[in-house]
């Protein structure tokens, strides 16, 4: 038979009370209840003089725009968009175009970070100094400059469509965007496919194999070869045996613009290229003050080793700053997606550009909007945490949390 091992109401009470304070305590718990209750009533009449103004106003509330019929377009879409769709497809279009950047931006300026972050303790002069001029140029600089700069004075400047930059015959750079060959699935399409996730799967299976013997029984596997083997092989093999995946609708200039093929608009690359650099300028001094945080012992022992400078960063030193480095990146990672709003500046249709602004101003629904807006945001922020979170996790566990 199983023991009720908890106390009686009396002494739970008795306990809380000690754990209060006494009379202090609980005069705490009363002054805590009345903040409670201040905000509350405060909530409530930020709420009723809302819905007095709207009333005023003529104003109906509620999500029920969302189901509207948007009429107006948007530059770069996703997924099939027209005038003809509701508002809430401009919503999903925004939110999308906003991931893209965000995703593509966050890649890039952890590339260009670290690299940058290394090259500054580089024992090269010139390498160490054209890092740090990088970084003192580009971080004391607006990032709302830095987005003019690159949408104005870089891709403004371009020639028209009609003298295009071109490589190839079919790919053109004008000041129009980035136009390239639009690939179209083929029926080998889906085999081709699963055939490089597969190899892509083998691949990172052998490179963990590869590390574990390497820090477990202390042997240097070359696993590389077979992983582009594999990386190569595979999906080529599916390729003679069900078909080309691809083919390619090459762009041609018909009229003053191009018709066919896949167009990048300049507003994305200005965009992507100025949070890109903006922030890895920041990320390059956050992982510099992570390398220089690990005992400077660790790459004497690399080079007692045998290993290469290069080698023992990556193997030694980097894995062990990322704990140093990990909770600074996240915010540099969400300052990043917060950031991409300022495309507003130049016409890029993000999420705050098409539905916070645009749509805002055709249906005047400011406050389920901007919840709308506040709540995506604040979503993608969480997310972002929770998987640096996790990753720093993973990495303490590997680590030993030693």
Excluded: C
Excluded at 99 to 119: E, H, P, Q, R, Y
Excluded at 295 to 309: C, D, P, T, Y
Excluded at 391 to 398: A, H, Q, T, V
Aim: net charge positive; aromatic share 10%; proline share 5%.
């Amino acid at each position: 038979m199983a023991i009720d091992a908890r106390p009686p109401p009396s002494q739970l009470l008795q306990k809380l009370r000690r754990a209060l304070g006494g009379r202090a305590g609980w005069s705490g718990l009363a002054l805590q209840l009345l903040l409670v209750a201040a905000l509350a009533w405060i909530g409530y009449e930020i709420v009723a003089n809302a819905r007095a103004n709207l009333q005023a106003q003529h104003i109906a509330s509620g999500f029920g725009f969302l189901s509207n019929t948007a009429g107006f377009a948007v530059s770069q879409a996703l997924i099939p968009f027209t005038e003809s769709n509701t508002y809430a497809r401009v919503f999903v279009v925004g939110l999308l175009n906003t991931l893209v950047v965000s995703v593509i931006g966050i890649f890039f300026a952890t590339l260009i970070g670290f690299m940058v972050g290394l090259g500054r303790l580089s024992p090269n002069w010139l390498v160490s100094r054209l890092a740090g001029g990088y970084v003192e140029l580009v971080r004391n600089l607006p990032l709302l400059f830095q987005i003019l700069f690159w949408y104005l004075a870089v891709l403004a400047a371009l020639p028209s469509p009609r003298q295009s930059l071109s490589l190839f015959g079919s790919i053109f750079l004008n000041n129009r965007g980035f136009v390239v060959p639009r690939p179209v699935p083929l029926d080998g399409f889906g085999p081709v496919m699963a055939a490089v996730g597969v190899a892509i799967i083998i691949a990172i299976a052998l490179r963990v194999y590869a590390r574990r013997e390497l820090f477990q029984r202390g042997r240097r596997l070359v696993v590389w070869p077979y992983a582009v083997g594999t990386l190569v092989g595979l999906p080529l093999v599916a390729a003679l045996v069900f078909g080309v995946p691809l083919s390619f609708e090459t762009p041609a200039l018909r009229g003053f613009n191009f018709a066919g093929g896949s167009r990048i608009i300049p507003e994305f690359v200005a965009l992507t290229v100025a949070l890109s650099t903006y922030t890895a300028a920041f990320i390059a001094e956050i992982v510099r003050a992570g390398v220089l945080s690990v005992n400077k012992g660790q790459m004497e022992a690399g080079a007692s080793l045998g290993l290469s400078r290069g080698a023992t960063l990556r193997l030694i030193v980097v894995p062990q700053a990322m704990r140093v480095i990990l909770p600074p990146l996240t915010n540099q990672y969400l300052n990043l997606t917060k950031n991409s709003s300022l495309a507003v500046a130049i016409g890029y249709p993000d999420l705050f550009s098409v539905f916070a602004g645009t749509t805002l101003s055709q249906t005047g629904q400011a406050i389920e909007i901007i919840a709308i807006t506040m709540g995506v945001y604040l979503l993608i922020s969480l997310i972002t945490s929770a998987l640096m979170s996790f990753y720093g996790w993973r990495l303490n566990r590997s680590l030993g949390a030693t």
